[in-house]
């Protein structure tokens, strides 16, 4: 029963390593045909400079640092049931690191440079910071699993757990700080973006690992412990509330500063497609209709669990879209008491429109993270192994 | 050293040359009462200048893109490209306040901040003031990441969006780096005024003055001294080279 | 950056060594580059020093104009473009017989200058460079 346990059928495994290459490629295909004919060809331009490949690979990056959360919960707060799932979060962490910056190196102007990234560093760019944080969480969340996987390290795994613990949350507050420090555009320029993105990432990262366990567990024909199901379900309904009391936080904060309003009031009600992804997409499919799936106490079974976890992370991508695109879009208030116009998009809306080379290198760094994952998932034993006794009882599997 | 003597008669040669451009400058005659004098070859910029520009608003005229004009043709930035990704390293800014109806309209360019929020935030360093206050980016170590164009309160960077082959030799730019106005400095180094000053200057309008505005005798420290002027987004503490008179 | 100068160097360095060998035995497989030298003997250094640290050169002073706006130096791209530039198209690229390129085909070293920087030379196709346009454009970089 345990090689069942462990192994996802053969077949399927190339089929799922040859469908993800397959994409990454496609992906790949597209930084070429970007590259060559340069950002023109995107619908990226001077006002929106960051399009669809930074929503992609925040997201990733984000729920990256956010899914090593399981692994801290067992670790450093010492719970049997998450530590079961320690190196597979482990894992998880690192295969969407790894599908976020390949998106953020390839979006760059000049990726052939990417290694000036690592040579010249500029200590105030929280840029430069990142490109120690990302390279550093490889390595720590790699020696983490390292401790867990191999009996002999087992008595550094506390100590890598802890350490992988603080980096990603500074991580994170790395990640959040992106936006948080940039004073010109109206959207930004908050203390509140890195708390909320912790929070967001503990929703996102939790989001992702249901999922993928649930399949684990799905193709392996096993049935998570009830209690085990129940007890995760309802701390990610507790994260997904946490993300969006902080995202209400942060747009009631705008709301009270008065040259804010107008900027709100795109965000929220007249923008077009803003409001529609930020209601729509992140209020109610990403954040209501999952908690009620996983609250309700008639669902919160395994399909509702797999049903959630994908409106929520449908749920991030629309709410970062809002944020990022929305948030370039609106024009910089640069003389304020004036209505402004001009031939570079003073005082106007920014166009943006997503081409389709963008959303391939998307895809492709989802599909990396898939990949990898996949064959980490089939090499090492990352199917989370619990010890049934300490349960209420084993008779629930199977 | 064979080419000592040589590359001094060169040097010597490059001074004269500096200061006959100088001359040639003040023919058109133009409010151009100060001509910074050109820098000896192989010296660096001095930290004793802060290169600097005063704006006098109620000069310059709506409908008037001399400046722009003289600017993209300077620095070769003429394009096919659609208007939200063509690059802009000067603008007209048309401008209404919103509670009195009282209608201006001004050039705006990068304001070479004294503290450039997209240095700041430049992962390579990329970005950076040089000593005499002008910000440009070192294209040989930009990496393209927008950072600074997301950073920048006065949208005053561009994107490098295409293959570029037509470029001005003093101005060189290619795809896949962010730009912006650079002062132009490869004249301002050759004692010459920026394009936009000139341009403006052979309109009649001579509403932007052009000059160093540590020297306590230049005419545009005079100005600043005597007349009421602004710094766009004063809250940010910037503290731009680029003053404005009259907003 | 560093790495790609790095690397350059000890290609070129190789290349080098390998043509020395080459040049004086008998021809290889590999055409040999065809380097035609418009303005001869005009060059800042000997032809040897040129060819193994022109990189080098063109690097520090690119650092210190760009960064302190030390201008008018001996070493200038605009002046190495200016005289060597093809006669019959004006600039250093184009096809293999253009200087620039033909070393850097030859050795598959990529070139990266002319990402930015203009290949053609100011004046016009098919003229010398003057020694007092050199010198102008030397003060102008």
């Known amino acids: ?398 | 050293m064979s080419d000592k003597t040589p590359n001094q008669s060169r040097r010597a040669f490059v001074a004269t040359a500096g200061a006959a451009a100088a001359g040639v400058m003040i023919a058109p005659g133009v409010h151009l009462i100060e001509v910074a004098s050109a820098r000896p070859a192989g010296e660096a910029a001095s930290r004793t200048v802060r290169w600097g520009m005063l704006v006098d608003v109620t000069k310059c005229q709506e409908g008037c893109t001399a400046c722009v004009s003289a600017c993209n043709k300077e620095n070769a930035l003429e394009t096919a490209l659609p208007q939200n990704q063509a690059p802009q390293w000067i603008r007209k800014v048309d401008l209404k306040d919103k509670s009195t109806g009282r209608a201006l309209s001004l050039p705006m360019m990068c304001q070479h901040c004294e503290k450039p929020p997209c240095v700041d935030v430049c992962p390579t360093g990329a970005s950076f003031k040089r000593a005499d206050g002008i910000v440009l980016v070192d294209r040989h170590i930009c990496i393209g990441c927008r950072y600074c164009m997301m950073a920048c309160p006065y949208k005053a960077r561009s994107f490098v969006h295409e293959t570029l082959e037509n470029q001005n030799p003093e101005v060189p730019r290619g795809k896949g780096c962010v730009e912006a106005c650079t002062m132009c400095v490869h004249r301002v180094d050759k004692g010459q005024q920026p394009a936009c000053v000139q341009a403006c200057g052979a309109e009649g309008h001579a509403a932007i003055l052009f000059g160093d505005l540590n020297d306590g005798a230049s005419e545009i420290a005079k100005r600043i001294r005597s007349v009421a002027t602004s710094q766009v987004r004063a809250d940010l503490q910037l503290n731009p080279g680029v003053r404005y008179q009259g907003i | 950056m560093r790495i790609r100068t790095l690397f350059g160097t000890v290609l070129l360095g190789a290349v080098a060594l390998f043509a020395s060998a080459a040049w004086s035995g008998e021809g290889s497989g590999i055409p040999k580059p065809d380097i035609v030298i418009s303005n001869p003997g005009k060059c800042v250094a000997d032809v040897d020093t040129m060819r193994r640290t022109h990189m080098d050169m063109l690097k520090h002073q690119r650092d210190l104009t760009m960064r302190q706006g030390i201008r008018g130096a001996k070493v200038s791209l605009n002046a190495c473009i200016d005289c060597h530039a093809s006669k019959s198209n004006g600039s250093v690229l184009g096809s293999d017989q253009n200087f620039c390129q033909t070393c850097h085909a030859y050795a598959a070293v990529k070139l990266d200058c002319f990402e930015c920087h203009q290949a053609k030379a100011s004046h016009p196709i098919g003229a010398a460079a003057p020694a007092e346009a050199v010198a102008s454009k030397e003060g102008a970089r």
């Open chain 1, 1 to 398: 029963m345990r090689d069942t346990f462990q192994r996802i059928e053969e077949r399927s495994f190339y089929a799922l390593v040859v469908f993800g290459l397959l994409l990454v490629m496609v992906g790949l295909g597209a930084v070429y045909y970007m590259e060559e004919h340069g950002h023109a060809v995107t619908g990226m331009n001077n006002q929106v400079v960051w399009g669809m490949p930074h929503v992609f690979a925040i997201f990733l990056i984000t729920a990256a640092s956010g899914v090593l959360n399981v692994a801290s919960i067992g670790s450093v707060f010492g719970k049997p049931v998450y530590k079961a799932r320690a190196p597979l979060s482990g894992l998880l962490s690192l295969t969407m690191l790894a599908g976020g910056l390949m998106v953020l190196m390839l979006d760059l102007g000049r990726p052939d440079r990417v290694i000036i990234a690592a040579t010249h560093y500029n200590l105030t760019s929280v840029f430069a910071w990142n490109a120690i944080l990302y390279p550093g969480l490889f390595g720590i969340v790699g020696v983490y699993i390292w401790t867990m996987m191999d009996h002999s390290m087992k008595a550094y795994s506390k100590i890598a757990g802890f350490s992988a613990f603080i980096w990603r949350f500074i991580l994170t507050t790395g990640t959040g700080s992106i936006f948080g420090f940039l004073v010109a555009r109206q959207a930004y320029q908050s203390a509140v973006l890195a708390p909320m993105f912790i929070v967001m990432s503990f929703a996102w990262g939790l989001a992702v690992f249901l999922l993928v366990q649930s399949s684990m567990y799905l193709w392996n024909g096993v049935a998570l412990p009830p209690p085990i199901q129940r007890r995760m379900t309802r701390l990610l309904g507790i994260f997904i509330a946490g993300a969006l009391y902080f995202v209400l936080v942060y747009h009631m904060t705008n709301l009270y500063f008065s040259r804010q309003e107008a900027f709100e009031h795109f965000i929220l009600l007249d923008g077009g497609i803003f409001p529609i992804l930020f209601w729509g997409g992140f209020v109610l499919l990403g954040s209501i209709l999952p908690l009620a799936l996983l609250l309700h106490p008639e669902l919160g079974g395994r399909r509702a669990t797999i049903l959630a976890s994908l409106l929520v992370i449908f749920g991030a991508l629309c709410h970062l879209y809002v944020f990022i695109i929305g948030g370039e879009v609106y024009p910089l208030d640069i003389f304020p008491g004036f209505s402004a116009a001009s031939t570079f998009g003073d005082g106007v809306v920014g166009q943006y429109a997503p081409s389709l080379p963008e959303f391939l290198l998307g895809i492709g760094g989802l599909a990396l993270a898939f990949v990898a994952t996949v064959i980490g998932v089939r090499i090492l034993r990352f199917m989370p192994q619990d010890d049934f006794t300490i349960l209420t009882g084993g008779k629930n599997v199977h």
